[in-house]
């Protein structure tokens, strides 16, 4: 029993600390994108890869951190206005019915709302590997 005081108060130290930090990282960045995924498809005659359909939401002021997908990525606003840029690239704003395209081997360099009073939404969809992750951080 010992043994498990040291290990309890350990826990209980890191949970609380990560709380914290949570909780500081709310108050000082801009709001979080609200991703839903819709649809996910493996794709019989593209043996591994899927295409995966998700619904993203950008609270007014809202920004992507810089990532990547790994993956073709078709872009669709359905309402609002977003601003894409991809590495090399000038910045785009988009609105209703603007597409976007992104490829495997592209940097996502900006990625945010265009207003910091009004929401914004865009559909998502990607070709990709079975497994791989959605978004990759860059630094």
Do not use: C, W
Not at 88 to 110: A, M, R, W
Request: aromatic share 4%; proline share 9%; net charge positive.
């Amino acid at each position: 029993m010992d043994i498990l005081k040291p290990l309890l108060a350990s826990l209980l130290l890191a949970a609380a600390t990560t709380t914290a930090m949570a909780q500081h990282a709310s108050t000082t960045t801009a709001p979080h994108a609200i991703v839903k995924t819709l649809m996910t498809k493996p794709l019989a005659q593209h043996p591994g890869e899927e295409l995966v359909m998700l619904s993203v939401e950008y609270p007014p002021g809202s920004v992507d951190p810089v990532h990547r997908h790994n993956a073709n990525a078709l872009v669709y606003v359905v309402n609002g206005s977003i601003v894409m840029g991809l590495r090399g690239s000038k910045p785009v704003t988009l609105g209703p019915g603007q597409t976007f395209y992104e490829g495997p081997n592209d940097v996502h360099e900006i990625g945010r709302n265009a207003s910091t009073t009004r929401p914004a939404k865009f559909i998502v969809v990607l070709l990709k590997k079975i497994g791989a992750p959605v978004l990759v951080p860059v630094k």
